[in-house]
């Protein structure tokens, strides 16, 4: 397996991916923060999720339809990859056993993620999104632009300032 997945380091700012471009494949986070997102038409960024070590990172659209890119995947920090390039994600199979049950899981979890935070927008308050990301990972207030933070809770970083204030009074 050692040979499929490949170190690569990410400096801060550069892109894994970028939108319109083809996503490279898929990789495991071991250190650095890494952040999803796209500019709409007024040129506002719009950050769909900040990813910390232990996570992958991916376009999944693109890398398994092999389409253009619809994210920009930016590294925040200096971050250091376990990088597994698309003819080695299209060949895993092969080499891992039970790689198709891994990789449901995987996909299952992404979907999860998303339901909860299609719920999270859908029925919860600005200070209720706020709570649940705090609850599961605080550190990211104390390292991760607050901007982009507010963007990922869809308010802007003036509701998320009054929040975090209220909260801690």
């Known amino acids: 397996m050692e040979t499929l ?17 083809s996503c490279p494949g898929l990789a495991f986070i071991k250190s650095g923060l890494v952040r999803m997102f796209k500019t709409d038409a007024n040129g506002k960024e719009i950050t769909q999720w900040i990813s910390v070590p232990g996570s992958f990172i991916t376009d999944l659209q693109s890398l398994v339809f092999d389409t253009p890119s619809r994210w920009n995947i930016q590294a925040l920090t200096d971050c250091e990859l376990y990088d597994l390039n698309r003819e080695n994600y299209n060949s895993i199979n092969q080499v891992i056993p039970h790689w198709d049950a891994i990789e ?5 979890k992404c979907f999860v993620m998303l339901e909860d935070r299609i719920h999270g927008f859908l029925s919860l ?4 999104r706020y709570q649940q990301l705090y609850a599961y990972d605080r550190k990211l207030f104390n390292t991760v632009p607050l901007q982009y933070i507010a963007s990922m809770l869809g308010m802007t970083p003036e509701t998320l300032s009054r929040i975090r204030r209220k909260s801690i009074s």
Do not use: G, N
């Open 104 to 108: 449901k899981r995987f996909l299952a």
């Open 125 to 128: 308050t600005a200070e209720e």
């Open 5 to 21: 997945f490949k170190p690569r380091t990410l400096i801060r700012d550069s892109y894994y991916t970028e939108v319109d471009k």
